[in-house]
């Protein structure tokens, strides 16, 4: 840039709000990193933003245009990925040095979305609209297109219960705020409604010899008229309460807390869950015309049922009406869509758990990268997996979103990558090495508290002092940047816990309380699960014990 204090854009492209949503992106982005003013211009641009219809809908290109970087979208969406790549290959090293990368890059996989988890006082249960706005922006960035959120039915009583107008307000506030982002909005139903659900019609408990299915909550049969008729009637009002904001994808779950095993409705996976979903897939899209639907397989055939075969074999009767099929596991892949094929061969997309692994309470000491893990389970479906929704407890495992969704956008791009293209965007230049090498010390003092190995002292000590070394380069605007403070307050509580005085240490509850204020942490607390993700702190208090 000739000029280093104004950086003019042209918008090049019919008007249209996500259009325009993407250049206030990129101002800010770029103003929040360096002095540099972002305006818009008719004349002598040295950004240019536009649309062409010829390129693929999610796909963008970067290329040169005189002395002009022009970003292309193939859609409003594809420029808004496309601002991704350009902010993130950018430098703002005093001056706004723009992005050399050039080329096109389409995503491989369709549907690369993010489950929030909004519960327990967790951040996406605690932040502000503004904030929640903010973070799906940076995670659109990455190039997810799609967010899910649950509505708690199973902790209500039933519509009228005090609690169901918050709850609904939550769930619309996050579909009206992904939707303004052109965001595809998901939610969740099966055979558990509210507490109150009537007696009668309730399900038969299911067989669950290795406790991996789950028999919480009150699910319902619905191969019982009247418990038909009870679900059917909820899902309806519930379609209802969304019809303004609207609703793209609903995803019906077969276990934890769903199922029954009565003669009617077994097996539950590939006979009675298959059947409510068909018939609340059509009640959805007598609102939502466009809603597609995914069946997700979590837990099918634990024990054998022949549930996966069973899928299959009703989906190439009638498989019309589904549009993917989700599934993940514990552990590793299941093996049936890897070794047979997807039912229906639609589209498969898998759950990723990027939050609880190795860590507890969850986030409570910071970030919690694991890059060498996601790479690892990524390599095993790579070929067969056209994205997924990976579930998601709060911001503090940041670096793991990024990686999973650029796993979804280009299944070769390693996490690595990635993590370096990160560290560029949120960090600035010149500190890669050290962050990668820090990153790679907590994913390893999280495998040995997985495995209940003790910690390696050495390299806790090692962590710290790269981050205070790191810390003492950084710009100002990255060393306030929370993602920086998550990673950097972890390798201190690491010192402290795995060499130091232990988690009651004066600068252990300075971490801690820092962390409080930037998930949103309640001190005091009713909510008796909220230790799951609040910090240890000593004078943090529940008020009453998890059930
Ligand atoms: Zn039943």
Redesign the pocket.
């Known amino acids: 840039m000739n000029n280093t204090h104004a950086i003019t854009v042209r918008i090049d492209a019919p008007a249209d709000p996500l259009v325009s949503r993407t250049f206030v992106i990129l101002k800010d982005r770029i103003q929040q990193r360096c002095t540099a003013k972002v305006l818009e211009a008719l004349a002598g641009a040295r950004i240019i933003l536009t649309v062409d219809k010829n390129l693929p809908h999610d796909a963008f290109r970067i290329d040169q245009v005189h002395a002009a970087v022009r970003i292309t979208g193939g859609s409003p969406q594809g420029l808004l990925y496309g601002v991704g790549k350009f902010l993130r290959t950018s430098r703002y090293d005093g001056t706004f040095q723009p992005s050399p990368w050039r080329g096109t890059s389409a995503p491989h996989g369709s549907l690369r979305g993010m489950y929030f988890a909004t519960h327990f006082h967790n951040w996406y249960h605690q932040a502000s609209e503004p904030e929640i706005s903010r973070y799906m922006e940076d995670l659109a960035l990455w190039g997810v297109n799609a967010i899910k959120i649950s509505f708690p039915m199973i902790n209500l009583h039933d519509w009228s219960d005090p609690q169901t107008d918050s709850a609904l307000a939550m769930i619309r506030q996050y579909a009206k705020t992904a939707r303004e982002l052109e965001l595809q909005f998901a939610t969740g139903l099966n055979n558990t409604m509210f507490i109150d659900a009537p007696k009668n019609i309730r399900?038969?408990p299911l067989p669950d010899p290795t406790h991996r299915r789950g028999n919480s909550g009150h699910p319902i049969?619905?191969?019982?008229p009247e418990?038909h008729a009870y679900l059917m009637a909820n899902a309806r009002q519930f379609f209802e309460k969304l019809s303004d904001v609207g609703l793209d994808i609903v995803c019906f779950w077969p276990y934890d807390e769903g199922g029954?095993?009565?003669e009617?409705?077994?097996p539950w996976g590939s006979n009675?869950f298959l059947k409510l979903s068909r018939d609340m897939t059509q009640l959805g899209r007598s609102y939502f015309p466009n809603l597609k639907t995914i069946l997700s397989t979590w837990m099918f055939d634990t024990p054998p049922e022949g549930e996966w075969q069973g899928l299959t074999e009703a989906l190439e009767k009638d498989g019309t009406w589904a549009n993917y099929i989700l599934a993940d596991s514990h552990e590793d892949f299941p093996r049936y869509p890897l070794d047979v094929g997807v039912p229906g061969k639609l589209p498969l997309l898998n759950f990723p758990e990027i939050s609880m692994w190795g860590n507890w309470p969850w986030g409570g000491l910071g970030a919690h990268p694991l890059p060498a893990r996601f790479q690892r389970l990524w390599d095993q479906v790579k070929r067969v997996v056209d994205g997924g929704f990976p579930y998601s407890e709060g911001i503090y495992e940041d670096m793991n979103k990024a990686i999973v969704v650029q796993f979804y956008w280009s299944r070769e791009q390693s996490a690595r990558t990635t993590l370096e293209e990160y560290i560029a965007y949120e960090f600035g230049p010149g500190v890669s090495d050290d962050v990668l090498a820090i990153i790679d010390i907590l994913e390893a003092a999280a495998g040995r508290a997985f495995r209940k190995e003790s910690p390696d002292v050495d390299e806790a000590q090692r962590a710290y002092r790269l981050a205070e070394s790191v810390d003492a380069r950084l710009p100002a605007w990255a060393k306030q940047n929370w993602r920086w403070e998550i990673l950097r307050l972890r390798a201190a509580l690491d010192r402290e816990r795995f060499c130091g005085g232990g988690l009651e240490t004066p600068a252990a509850e300075a971490a801690m309380t820092r962390l409080m204020e930037i998930y949103h942490c309640q001190m005091e607390t009713d909510d008796p699960y909220h230790h799951r993700v609040r910090p240890p702190l000593r004078r943090a208090v529940t008020r009453c014990k998890e059930l």
């Open positions: 399900a038969t049969c619905p191969s019982n418990g029954c095993a009565c009617k409705c077994a009675g």
